[in-house]
Nanobody
Framework: MLQLVESGGDSVQSGGSLRLSCAAS????????MAWFRQVPGKEREGVAV????????YYADSVKGRVTISKDNAKNILYLQMDSLAPEDTAMYYC???????????????????WGQGTQVTVSS
């Protein structure tokens, strides 16, 4: 069964850093576009960052640009999200997602993705 399992969420102080991980099983990151989304209760899921297969081109939401880096280890089939200079507005449940479909960048709409993990909670206090 295809699975995406996130980890690394935690409670941190404003200005701190976290690295989220997403382990994928029965899915190759070589032919799936991978992304991170986040969601707070009562709001729509928001695209954070995406990484394309092959070229590994990356795209980021304006709200996180310069503070967040998405990367992947194709050999280990793990997706990462390095987050620095965290702020209280970054507090959310963070989800890993994937799709084999091809869309033009930046492809940060949740409806474009087929597979989702269960999420990992990030809480940033001021």
């Amino acid at each position: 069964m295809l699975q995406l399992v996130e980890s690394g969420g935690d409670s941190v102080q404003s200005g701190g850093s976290l690295r989220l991980s997403c382990a994928a099983s029965r899915l190759s990151m070589n032919n799936h576009r991978m992304a991170w989304f986040r969601q707070v209760p009562g709001k729509e899921r928001e695209g954070v960052a995406v990484i394309y297969p092959g070229s590994a081109a990356t795209y980021y939401a304006d709200s996180v640009k310069g503070r967040v880096t998405i990367s992947k280890d194709n050999a280990k089939n793990i997706l990462y999200l390095q987050m620095d200079s965290l702020a209280p507005e970054d507090t959310a449940m963070y989800y890993c997602t994937a799709t084999p479909r091809r869309y033009p960048p930046p492809a940060l709409e949740s409806g474009l993705y087929n597979y989702w993990g269960q999420g990992t909670q990030v809480t940033v206090s001021s």
